[in-house]
Nanobody, 119 residues
């Protein structure tokens, strides 16, 4: 099993920045890729960005503003969010995808952290 715990959400003004963290524990060696998704009220969950095999892909709405990074020593995935807009308001979820024979393609999710962008 893989456990994911997000932190770092909160209230920020438009144009501001915030960094989210995702602490990973459990069968870390079984993970093939990781990323961030978000879900705004009344909307479907959407991709923010995903990293696998050294590649990172971002959703169109966050390209150039958000950056995913990882600290392998700390088993932590980060999401740096700059130039935040009110439409970035959402619950942000950390995601991991299994890559071994017993969990290939299996999705693991954190409980999410709320980001509110408002003046």
């Amino acid at each position: 099993q893989v456990q994911l715990v997000e932190s770092g959400g909160g209230l920020v003004q438009p144009g501001g920045s915030l960094r989210l963290s995702c602490a990973v524990s459990g069968s870390i060696f079984s993970i093939n890729g990781m990323g961030w998704y978000r879900q705004a009220p009344g909307k479907e969950r959407e991709l923010v960005g995903f990293t696998s095999g050294g590649n990172i892909n971002y959703g169109d709405s966050v390209k150039g503003r958000f950056t995913i990074s990882r600290d392998n020593a700390k088993n932590t995935l980060y999401l740096q969010m700059n130039s935040l807009k009110p439409e970035d308001t959402a619950v942000y979820y950390c995601n991991a995808v299994g890559g071994l024979h017993y969990n290939a393609g299996m999705n693991y999710w954190g409980k999410g952290t709320l980001v509110t962008v408002s003046s």
